[in-house]
């Protein structure tokens, strides 16, 4: 962090305080107990770094719906979803992401849904087709990403990074095949089609900030 923390390039995020501060997803979270979280995000903690060089806005995963409350006792600045299949946990199935953002809103919290153009991991998961969502030519990532503007949210994230092995990448695709792998284009669409469906919704979703700031 202090070689990288003052590049351009590192991501900062203006908190409710107006202190502009450096933005970080903490994935498995929960695996640590709330008493340690607090004990580095609470202000009054043992080791705080509230406040110091190394404090940040700090997001924690919720997976089961009990993650919430730990996360509230833990110190966290907001709640991230992560996972792109719909229904694969609690905290990533559209239908709840309201009442995360109802919880989030009364405790001061963000919360950010995490969105994805469709998944699939059986290439490396043979047991995990249950958590297979098609793409649907894109309509599966509409529909997720409408479901996260519906909550207002103040960031929204989608879970890609090149992710091939799990089905969730937007980056221009066209038929690839292996000895051991098939990977999956956007045919009938062009190769750059969920980058165009990716700027559409980004426009889409600044016009709409602007409304609800009104």
Same mark, same amino acid.
């Given at each position: 962090?202090?070689?990288?923390?003052? /590049?351009?390039?590192?991501?900062? $995020?203006?908190?409710? !305080?107006?202190?502009?501060?450096?933005? $970080?997803?903490?994935?498995?979270?929960?695996?640590?107990?709330?008493?340690? #979280?607090?004990?580095?995000?609470?202000?009054?903690?043992?080791?705080? @770094?509230?406040?110091?060089p190394y404090d940040g806005v700090f997001l924690a995963l919720i997976v089961e719906e009990r993650h919430k409350h730990d996360i509230l006792a833990s110190g966290f600045d907001g709640i991230y979803t992560y996972f792109?299949?719909? *229904? $694969?946990?609690? *905290?990533?199935? /559209?239908? =709840?992401?309201?009442? @995360?953002?109802?919880?989030?809103?009364? =405790?001061?919290?963000? $919360? @950010?849904?995490?969105?994805?153009?469709?998944?699939?991991? !059986?290439?490396?998961?043979? #047991?995990?087709? /249950?958590?297979?969502? &098609?793409?649907? =030519?894109?309509?599966?990532?509409? !529909?997720?990403?409408?479901a996260a503007l519906s909550v207002r949210p103040e960031i929204v994230t989608i879970t890609s990074f090149n992710q091939w092995h799990e089905g969730t990448q937007i980056e221009k695709a066209v038929p690839k095949k +292996?000895? +051991?792998?098939?990977?999956?284009?956007?045919?009938?669409?062009?190769?750059?089609?969920?980058?165009?469906?990716?700027?559409? #919704?980004?426009? &889409?979703? =600044?016009?709409?900030?602007? !409304? #609800?700031?009104?």
């Amino acid at each position: 962090f202090l070689r990288y923390g003052k /590049h351009g390039a590192f991501y900062r $995020f203006r908190s409710s !305080t107006g202190r502009v501060l450096p933005l $970080f997803y903490v994935y498995d979270s929960y695996l640590m107990p709330a008493e340690s #979280w607090a004990d580095l995000l609470s202000p009054k903690g043992s080791h705080s @770094i509230r406040g110091t060089p190394y404090d940040g806005v700090f997001l924690a995963l919720i997976v089961e719906e009990r993650h919430k409350h730990d996360i509230l006792a833990s110190g966290f600045d907001g709640i991230y979803t992560y996972f792109a299949s719909n *229904g $694969f946990s609690f *905290g990533s199935s /559209h239908q =709840n992401w309201k009442a @995360i953002k109802n919880f989030c809103d009364g =405790n001061n919290l963000l $919360f @950010i849904p995490s969105v994805g153009p469709g998944y699939v991991d !059986t290439a490396v998961r043979p #047991w995990n087709n /249950h958590n297979t969502r &098609n793409r649907v =030519n894109g309509r599966y990532y509409d !529909t997720s990403l409408q479901a996260a503007l519906s909550v207002r949210p103040e960031i929204v994230t989608i879970t890609s990074f090149n992710q091939w092995h799990e089905g969730t990448q937007i980056e221009k695709a066209v038929p690839k095949k +292996t000895v +051991t792998r098939l990977y999956l284009d956007y045919q009938p669409n062009q190769p750059d089609h969920y980058l165009v469906l990716t700027r559409q #919704w980004a426009e &889409n979703y =600044n016009k709409e900030k602007d !409304t #609800w700031l009104m």
